[in-house]
């Protein structure tokens, strides 16, 4: 936690949180620090203790006289090098609220090899002395120990329902890649076998075929079971958001890129027609962009006014904040044009 006078990166990450929400400053918090990661630019830019990085006045080149907030920085940097974090990875320890234990999983996982000088040092001074802002990941976490509105998939049957998110769940890893923070979980109930390679392939490697073993489809695989899969973030997770992520997949294995991110589900999602998945419309109507409406029946006033969408997307449609309205209006798509 954090004493005294609030820092200005803290308070500037509050009012992020604020404005946007915790999802999308999540998102900004990890590409900051990851970023600082990959220039080795000490002390990282803002919200540090958010990492663990303890700021302070003095350094050392001396390992064992290295601050804890520098010695934490090194070994973040090294589990970046070592490509044993990614941005999906950690944004979704923040959406969780676990970013202490997935920063001790990362490292006991390295622990098991040749450990680094570094984490050597972090292992022999304990991890109860990092000065992590567990407020702030408090924010940060979305809708911890709640239902969520996800779906329960038996082969190619999907069906909505109401889904508790926890420890068991697992990331989808095509998902996570393009900032998608969804998450399956095998159940005990035997599904029909009408897709035995549907989740072996949402489960593969997003550039490749291969899945863990224990999401090979076939026998007693997880084809043969039904799958709950629910997002993270508290936002419903649809039919139509999972019909456009299978396709992202299929794409991404035409393509073939080194590494799947964000910026190429961004570029397949802007090219859909008339998208009415909620991933899609959060690529395509982003909070904040500017819009304007046309051919609308039931609000004709609002008929070429301009507004701005509000990040809320339901059933297909993206809210909208018209200037001089008290409450935003729910449109399609098909009735909006972006503007610059």
Not at 34 to 57: A, I, K, N, T, W
Not at 181 to 196: E, I, N
Request: contains cysteine; glycine residues 8%; charged residues 20%.
């Amino acid at each position: 936690m954090v004493d005294g006078a609030e820092s200005a990166g803290r308070a500037k990450l509050r009012a992020k949180i604020a404005k946007d929400g915790p999802s999308e400053a999540a998102i900004a918090v990890a590409r900051v620090f990851l970023e600082s990661l990959r220039r080795d630019s000490f002390p990282p830019h803002g919200y540090d203790r958010v990492f663990g990085v303890e700021l302070m006045e003095h350094a050392s080149t001396r390992l064992v006289m290295l601050p804890m907030g520098h010695l934490v920085f090194q070994v973040w940097r090294g589990l970046s090098q070592a490509n044993a974090i990614s941005e999906a990875a950690v944004v979704s320890a923040l959406w969780q609220g676990r970013l202490p234990n997935f920063f001790r999983e990362c490292v006991m996982a390295q622990a098991d090899g040749a450990a680094s000088p570094c984490i050597a040092e972090l292992l022999h001074r304990g991890f109860s002395d990092i000065a992590w802002d567990l407020a702030l990941h408090q924010l940060l976490a979305k809708l911890a120990g709640k239902e969520i509105a996800g779906l329960r998939v038996s082969g190619t049957t999907v069906t909505p329902e109401d889904i508790h998110l926890d420890d068991s769940f697992q990331p989808v890893p095509i998902a996570h890649a393009a900032a998608i923070p969804l998450y399956v979980k095998k159940t005990s109930t035997r599904a029909r076998q009408s897709d035995a390679q549907l989740f072996s392939r949402l489960m593969a490697d997003p550039c490749s075929t291969e899945a863990p073993t224990e999401w090979v489809g076939g026998g007693s695989g997880p084809a043969a079971f039904e799958v709950l899969v629910v997002r993270s973030d508290g936002i419903p997770f649809t039919e139509a958001d999972w019909a456009v992520l299978d396709s992202f997949k299929d794409a991404m294995l035409q393509q073939r890129p080194r590494v799947v991110m964000r910026s190429h589900f961004t570029t397949f999602a802007k090219a859909l027609s008339a998208p009415v998945a909620t991933i899609a419309l959060e690529v395509v109507f982003p909070r904040g962009q500017a819009v304007r409406a046309y051919g609308l029946e039931k609000h004709p006033e609002l008929n070429g006014a301009k507004g701005k969408t509000n990040g809320k997307y339901s059933k297909g449609r993206v809210g909208v904040k018209f200037e001089g309205r008290a409450t935003a209006v729910a449109l399609l798509p098909t009735h909006l044009t972006l503007l610059k």
